[in-house]
């Protein structure tokens, strides 16, 4: 049964490029089926993308530059005392390295999965060829000319199979040319185009844009009607960085430009996420919390780990190694909406959860593993989720919590969701299709949650709804009832209302008027 259980992750691993690890607040991440899954027609080279970490030429020379440092004779320095912000960032390090280390650890044991993993480059396809030299688009937008470049958009019909059964050939049946720079650049078909700049070839997957700018032409991203503002907001700025100026590998900018962003003007009328790449220096958290943060209007809420990995799963560098911690972080932080008052945003923080762990093998210097699925698939420990339609019906599905704690430890439930076409701007529906014995769920399975009625904002996703579910078994709520016998039971004879659960989870029992078929 175990071994099911094992392969059936795996193959959903294959499939989706996230494996979540047991007994630990961690996921496994593979970016590169991740990202493809955006795709129609093209798809990510994992050769390109993991050339940092497999190409042994390359690790090659770094070994031999490594080993000349070594042959340097150095003085050995003595170690200094911590100062303030050292001492302070350690102990945010002690305070996480319990859950990194423990997140590793899931890794390890995970060995059908690291099977996987040391063949990632082999495992999704051939590599192609080399692009060469790539253009660098920074440089290309400082040059006086810059207004005038332009990049063509290849859009085409659908293949087109040979009547002899050759290959498909591809007839471009228009091509669009806009600005490149200080431009909203739009694919607003659902496949994936081709898009040319100066004899060189980018991508853009279906329903996308991107806006190339530097800060001062940024408020241009400020939409007309707050409700065509944004939901999500992934930022990784270009902060201050010694090593990264030092390599010349980007140009990074002072840290005191990023409060000028206007983020608050760009979040939808319902509020936003907010999620910001940091890196662990205690003078750039410092600069976040107390002046980036409040500037933007965000309200910070947790924060998550990216802790990067080997090909073979071992950490890239030693845990506790202080200038070079082998992960990074990302703070998650909330916009107020118009609509919305401190009550519900102060609802919404425990559902949101902290300390969260992405382990993923790096890909170039400084490229973040793709975020914007990965919370939908953050489960709570006690649930899971499965797809009793198949994984190509993914708008109805079904979540399971097994609580561990509270009135309905030992019972299993499962609730069905159907996720609607303007979702985030609609709730998700949800019913409880196990019999059970709440005060917020009747007993036609219908569910009583704020966030799935007047307290949905787009803000939210499915991960808050099952954690919201979840709290559901730890709190049940007598103030709000759907099954008010039950309610009631709980507010006057909690000792009655535990016995009451207890017959209804172990089944063919009668509670009051109501038989239980049981859900244990």
């Known amino acids: 049964m175990e071994d099911s259980k094992t392969s059936d992750k795996l193959s959903e691993f294959l499939e989706s490029g996230v494996y979540r690890l047991e007994d630990s607040n961690a996921v496994f991440i593979d970016p590169v089926r991740v990202l493809n899954r955006s795709y ?16 042994s030429k390359h690790a090659g020379q770094e070994a031999r530059v490594s080993s000349n440092f070594r042959k340097r004779k150095r003085k050995e320095k003595k170690p200094q005392p911590l100062n ?30 690291l099977e996987v993993v040391s063949n990632l480059k082999e495992n999704l396809g051939p590599s192609t060829s080399s692009p060469g030299a790539e253009q660098s688009l920074v440089e290309l937008g400082r040059v006086w000319q810059a207004p005038l470049y332009e990049i063509t958009l290849n859009f085409h019909p ?22 490149v720079f200080n431009n909203l650049v739009v694919n607003e078909t659902s496949e994936d185009v081709e898009a040319e700049l100066l004899n060189s070839r980018y991508i853009l997957p279906p329903e996308s844009s991107f806006y190339m700018s530097d800060l001062g032409q940024i408020h241009n ?9 944004f939901n999500l907001i992934v930022i990784d700025p270009p902060w201050e960085n010694g090593s990264a100026r030092q390599k010349q590998r980007y140009s990074t900018l002072p840290n005191r430009y990023f409060l000028s962003l206007p983020v608050k003007q760009i979040c939808h ?17 410092g600069f976040v919390e107390k002046e980036l943060f409040p500037a933007w209007g965000v309200k910070y809420v947790a924060t998550f780990f990216w802790l990067k990995v080997k090909a073979d799963g071992s950490l ?3 845990l506790d190694l202080f200038h070079h911690r082998p992960y990074e972080c990302l703070l998650l932080g ?35 593993p793709p975020i914007a699925d990965i919370s939908e698939l953050n489960l709570p420990k006690a649930c899971e989720i499965s797809f009793p339609n198949g994984k190509n019906d993914l ?26 076409i303007i979702y985030p701007h609609e709730a998700p529906k949800v019913k409880c299709e196990t019999k059970i014995y709440h005060p917020n769920i009747d007993l036609e399975g219908n569910v009583c949650l704020n966030i799935l009625r007047e307290d949905w904002k787009p803000v939210l996703n499915i991960n808050t709804v099952i954690y919201g579910l979840s709290h559901l078994f730890t709190q049940p709520n007598y103030e709000d009832p759907l099954n008010h016998e039950a309610a009631d039971v709980l507010r006057d004879d909690p000792e009655l209302f535990q016995s009451n659960v207890r017959k209804a989870i172990h089944g063919r029992q009668w509670v009051g008027t109501d038989y239980f078929p049981g859900c244990n």
């Open 40 to 55: 129609t027609r093209f798809r990510v080279s994992p050769s390109a993308y993991y050339s940092r970490s497999f190409d």
């Open 84 to 113: 303030d912000r050292e001492r302070a960032a350690d102990q945010r390090h002690q305070e996480v390295r319990p859950f990194l280390l423990k997140a590793h650890e899931s890794l390890v044991r995970a060995t059908e999965l």
């Open 158 to 179: 659908n293949d087109n199979a040979r009547e002899d059964g050759g290959a498909p050939t591809i007839q471009y049946c228009e091509q669009r040319a806009f600005p």
């Open 221 to 229: 991203l400020i939409p007309a009607e707050s409700d065509c503002g």
């Open 269 to 285: 009328t319902d509020g936003a996420l907010v999620a910001l790449w940091v890196t662990n220096r205690e003078k750039l958290r």
């Open 316 to 318: 890239i560098s030693d």
């Open 334 to 368: 909330l916009v107020h909406g118009k609509d919305t008052d401190s009550k519900q945003l102060s609802s919404t923080k425990p559902m949101l959860p902290d300390n969260q762990i992405m382990l993923s093998i790096p890909g170039d210097y400084s490229r973040k």
């Open 395 to 420: 708008m109805n599905f079904e979540v399971t919590i097994e609580p561990d704690e509270g009135y309905y430890t030992g019972g299993r439930f499962v609730f069905s969701f159907h996720v609607p």
